[in-house]
DNA sequence: AAACCTTGTTTGTCCTAGACAAATTACGAA
DNA sequence: TTCGTAATTTGTCTAGGACAAACAAGGTTT
């Protein structure tokens, strides 16, 4: 094959980082530094998208841009993860066996045997415990194998598809909400997993929460009129750790504006952490406190009802 | 409320107008004409983002900017479709009151009928009517309503996710496939529709093909990985209107040339009307095409297992 | 009248290069 | 160490120019 050459959108596209960044790294670094076509434009070769890939990889991972443009090729692959993240999965380390056995399902792209086993674990351990403790870490397991680049993009996205479908078909099991409280689940633009909301959606149902799935990607006036047809009294965001820390309080400012004042704004996610909540938004590092907060708003409201509410969750979860 | 303003960003992600677009529209037609922030930077008034909403789906319509946005405000509510899409659902138009409840459901936000009338309609229909005569026609419908106007994005939302549940729920129901053809299905980057992949899947898997759901959004570096890793013999995109016309030709040529030859690329959606198919690449105006595709190729390449496969679909379908 | 080619207009994307604010690090003092 | 300040890094915004591809309009031929 003769040199795939790909355009700045086509890279824009692939590696997910923006023309601007691309045309900035290019006259402050000097890479990548494409070649040009016939009409002057940049045309990248397939090994810099690679590297830019890779690139992008390592600095999800906390690293900076100048130091990783700088290096040699060799010298990347060889960086590690650096510690941004708090303690890296050490609360699941006991069970990590059960979760390697399940990624490794994937990684033999062996769809059939993954979605078995997850249906095996889901009947065994229950709905709640199968989300705590089976769901959640793996999904975080997933992602820090993702960064270390021990998976592949696609082997995550097979992942993420199979377990939505295990996850969504237990819910319909479940029975109707109680109407109260309304939730409604949803992502920013840009923002396109899902696997967290969910997680919380299961819980949530499982608690008696009436929740309104509306799937990832809603404008955030959107959000806002949603919420008013919807009557919600809660909006529940999730943000991943691929969303770029930057522009997750401006967003939730303007959305906070958007709203109803009487309508909470929680979020969640992997993606939220040591970020700062703005004024009337409330932040959730666990699904656990999220149920848990859940549980407590009832209470609340309607004290009368609390026999129907399970007790606060044992055990951890994220 | 005070006038809560939007960066060009903001703009961007709730309109899906590029930076480019709307700095160029500025300049060229005067409109839209934001006001500056403290920085010196555009600051768009609600107002101006919710005309350049409007302005945009009358755009996915077929009209042209210069003509929009020399309109007066008033003018553009008036508005007709331009009557781009081939007679517009006259070929639904029997069964249209049945739909019509169905949207109608979807309209008063209750989630819960809505999921329950389709999950009655399968288990009357069967999977495979049930996809082509009342989930295929009630997507166009939906997509025509979303084009008129008649329905909200977050009603479109929630339209989407409650039958996404429904769709996959059923298949989990279906057998396990033959293994071959093995068919990977997803979608490009931008193309975050993925009813139509779930149906093509629901009807592919009825044939006993061996279906590698990947979900949404995958780079076409990694699509290409993917079908390397899982040996698949067919690559299957779906486009929808919503996606940029002038962009499917130049990514699929790009993709093309990524897949190794023997790698068939099948494209559907409503995307591709009056798009040209590039060399290599296989283009299906309707559901039932592409089912009565993959019937012929199955007996070409293994004549005696014919009998397994269903005969060729009665019934029209999109 | 329908099919075709040619010409002009519209429209999106890409280009360069400068500016600046916000985030992050480095440094020095308490 | 812990804190506050200065320096640096880094992404995003701005401006206007250029151009090719898509599209409409008009004229010619079948």
């Known amino acids: 094959m003769i040199s795939t050459r790909f355009s ?5 596209r ?17 890479f990548p530094l494409p070649e040009r076509d016939a009409n002057g434009e940049r045309a990248y070769p397939a090994a810099q998208v690679e590297r830019l890939r890779q690139i992008k990889r390592l600095m999800d991972q906390g690293h900076r841009p100048g130091k990783l443009l700088a290096l040699p090729v060799e010298a990347l692959a060889a960086l590690a993860p650096r510690q941004t993240r708090s303690t890296r999965s050490e609360h699941i380390a006991e069970d990590v066996h059960g979760l390697e056995d399940l990624l490794l399902l994937i990684k033999q792209h062996d769809a059939n045997a993954y979605t078995q086993a997850l249906q095996q674990r889901l009947a065994r351990h229950g709905m ?8 959640a870490p793996l999904t975080q ?7 270390d680049g021990r998976i592949e993009v696609f082997e995550e996205h097979l992942f993420t598809e199979l377990t939505k479908r295990v996850l969504r078909q237990a819910m319909t099991a479940l029975p109707a909400g109680l109407g109260s409280p309304r939730v409604l689940l949803t992502s920013v633009p840009e923002e396109q997993h899902v696997l967290g909301l969910l997680m919380v959606e299961a819980l949530f149902a499982l608690e008696g929460a009436e929740c309104i799935p509306l799937g990832t990607q809603m404008p955030l006036t959107e959000i806002a009129r949603a919420a008013q047809a919807h009557q919600a009294d809660i909006v529940a965001l999730s943000f991943s750790t691929a969303f770029p820390h930057r522009q997750i309080p401006p967003q939730l400012e303007q ?12 979020v969640g996610g992997s993606g939220i952490h040591r970020v700062t909540p703005p004024a009337g938004v409330k932040f959730f590092s666990s699904l656990k406190a999220g149920v848990q907060s859940l549980t407590e708003r009832a209470q609340k409201k309607h004290p009368e009802a609390g026999a129907f509410l399970h007790m606060p969750l044992p055990g951890a979860a994220d």
């Open 255 to 266: 959305l906070r504006q958007l709203l109803a004042p009487e309508t909470e704004l929680w």
């Open 141 to 147: 397991y997933v992602g820090e194998a993702w960064e």
């Open 14 to 30: 692939d590696t997910g980082l923006s023309k601007d960044v691309l045309r900035m790294w290019e006259r402050r670094y000097g």
């Open 8 to 12: 700045i959108a086509a890279v824009e």
């Open 128 to 135: 709640q415990r199968f989300v705590q403790d089976i769901v």
